[in-house]
């Protein structure tokens, strides 16, 4: 391997420009500190992108090769991984925020206090966060106005308290989430559109012009939908102060000899090994990439990985299984899954616990199509031939979904570490994933399938059909990772404290999903920007200037799950 120049050292240096990177790089670079960022992928622009659904749900174009960065999965210590494409998120600029729906709903006041309101639940590491609720708020509303989103307010009656209205409003539902709604209203659920990444109005110069349902899995060929790859990331490189290095592999932090972080070293798009310095490393590659490069940034210092002192590096981990009941109807008015939106129409009604239900804790519901013609998704369906043929023909315009991200517990033994004998493409170690449901998990995954279907009843479905959890064990069927490196007050059981900064190495950042105590029962984008946000400016006014702050919470007087918003 030929070995590149040193290029100059810089004040930070981010590895990671998904959501959590491209939101850091905006706030520090704009607040004046030379910034460097390193993505593993590709830079693709919005010409890159269409409505081919071969191209981007049945190719590697936007995802992450498993045959070139593989990874396992075990369901306990004492079983054999196997190779699983399990939460394969696209590395490239942009991350995540490229291929995505969307969803973009805020975390509940009670998501930051899922220990102080249900004490120890056996099997499960519940903890609060460093954090409350009113800390976010703040960078939640800046996140959605700098960032572009679309919402309805009022719509949510069980909406946290919120400083600003919704940029944009949302697109008209579609039939079938005409059908959401009613059933809804049937059975007196209050139902809302769903927060969504995207502008239907102009917006900071966006012309949204590309409202269609080819959008979950596509990039988007206009600025309609909010991605860091047309947003954050140009006003980054508009103020002259960061510089974006596209398809660099990073293999490893590096520490001085006072075991700060130095930098890193990485593979460039030519196949050369650099060493970039900085006086800050930032990490957002998701959490089970941070948690594996950290692990792999072994030292004499850090033997176990960097700012792994506490042993929690990839412990924790919550994955949010995506769930659903799908609905069959007869009526002769076709619902055109592929027209309008991928999303349309949601409920909260059944996010707070309710002990009657059995289990703690709850989820956001959505309805939504089957998916494109090639790929929809329908229990039992054929296919190959003509019964696949009929089937598409009879059920593809007649049916609609109503799913969930399920809030799972996290619980110490779930984690990601180093495969010790499978590889990546490099030589690297793959991640490895233990992960085992929680029993809460499972009945909280069956009682909300099982009310989805309800619904879907009320719409008018003549049969449904659920899809339930696999006993015991996650598909890693969404790219929501989080909790490999909580944050918290305690070294010894946490890896980074309320800034998310590493207790152990107190110049490395990690601002991406790895820093959730709890998974939350949403979407967790808005909640990663918002903290990085929120970081990012504690980074630039505090800690660049030599200073150290500590946010002091505040007993817990009232149970936040009985408020509303005033807005």
């Not at 054999?80 to 006041?109: C, D, K, L, N, Y």
């Not at 696949?388 to 984690?415: C, F, Q, W």
């Not at 004998?421 to 233990?434: C, E, F, N, S, Y």
């Not at 479905?461 to 490196?485: D, I, V």
Request: charged share 20%.
């Amino acid at each position: 391997m030929t070995h590149s120049g040193k290029p100059e050292s810089v004040d930070v240096l981010i590895v990671g420009l998904g959501a959590a990177g491209g939101t850091a790089a905006k706030v520090l670079s704009e607040a004046g500190l030379k910034v460097v960022g390193l993505e593993r992928g590709p830079w693709l622009k919005p010409h890159n992108f269409s409505g081919d659904e071969l191209k981007f749900l049945n190719r590697p174009y936007l995802w992450s090769d498993a045959r070139l960065n593989p990874r396992t999965v075990r369901m306990d210590e004492n079983s054999q991984a196997e190779e699983i494409p399990f939460s394969m998120t696209p590395q490239m600029v942009g991350g995540g925020t490229v291929h995505w729906a969307g969803w973009f709903p805020r975390p509940s006041e009670s998501d930051f206090l899922m220990r102080s309101l249900h004490g120890d639940l056996e099997g499960a590491s519940l903890a609060d966060w460093p954090i409350r609720y009113e800390h976010l708020e703040p960078y939640l509303s800046k996140v959605e106005w700098e960032f572009g989103c679309t919402g309805l307010d009022g719509a949510n009656k069980y909406e946290p308290p919120r400083s600003t209205r919704y940029p944009s409003p949302p697109l008209p539902p579609t039939r079938y989430g005409k059908k959401f709604y009613q059933a809804c209203e049937k059975l007196g659920i209050n139902a809302m559109p769903i927060p969504q990444a995207m502008v239907t109005t102009p917006h900071k110069g966006r012309d949204p012009w590309n409202w269609t349902s080819f959008w979950n899995g596509y990039g988007d060929p206009s600025t309609t939908k909010s991605t860091t790859l047309t947003s954050f990331i140009p006003e980054a490189m508009a103020t002259g102060n960061f510089e974006l290095r596209a398809e660099c592999y990073v293999r490893e932090v590096t520490v001085h000899p006072n075991g700060r972080a130095k930098g890193v070293v990485y593979i460039d798009s030519e196949g050369r090994e650099v060493e970039q310095e900085a006086k800050l490393v930032i990490l957002t590659l998701g959490a089970i990439e941070s948690a594996r490069l950290m692990l792999m940034s072994k030292s004499s210092l850090f033997p176990e990985g960097i700012a792994n002192g506490s042993g929690q590096v990839g412990r924790n981990a919550t994955f949010h299984e995506y769930l659903f009941s799908t609905g069959l109807f007869d009526s002769d008015e076709p619902l055109y899954g592929f027209a309008g939106n991928y999303i349309s129409g949601g409920s909260f009604e059944f996010y707070e616990t309710d002990e009657n239900r059995g289990h703690i804790g709850g989820a956001l519901i959505g309805a939504s199509h089957m998916c494109h013609a090639i790929n929809w998704e329908f229990p039992s369906r054929p296919t190959w031939g003509s019964a696949a043929k009929d089937a598409d023909l009879k059920y593809y315009n007649h049916a609609m979904k109503i799913g969930h991200t399920l809030h799972d517990m996290p619980v110490e033994s779930n984690r990601v570490d180093l495969d010790p004998d499978v590889k990546d493409a490099w030589g690297l170690p793959a991640a490895r994933i233990t992960h085992k449901s929680h029993p809460n998990d499972l009945k909280l995954a069956k009682w909300q399938v099982d009310k989805n279907a309800e619904i879907l009843m009320a719409a008018g479905a003549r049969k449904t059909f659920p899809t339930y959890m696999e006993a015991g064990r996650s598909t890693g069927n969404t790219c929501h990772q989080h909790g490999t490196a909580r944050m918290g007050t305690d070294p010894s059981t946490t890896v980074l404290n309320e800034w998310c900064q590493a207790h152990d190495v107190n110049n490395l950042f990690v601002l991406d999903g790895s820093s959730f105590p709890t998974a939350t029962g949403v979407n967790p984008t808005l909640t990663i920007m918002a903290n990085a946000w929120r970081c990012a400016e504690y980074i630039a006014e505090v800690y660049a200037k030599g200073g150290e702050g500590h946010i002091t919470l505040e007993p817990l007087r009232s149970d936040p799950r009985k408020k509303r918003s005033a807005l």
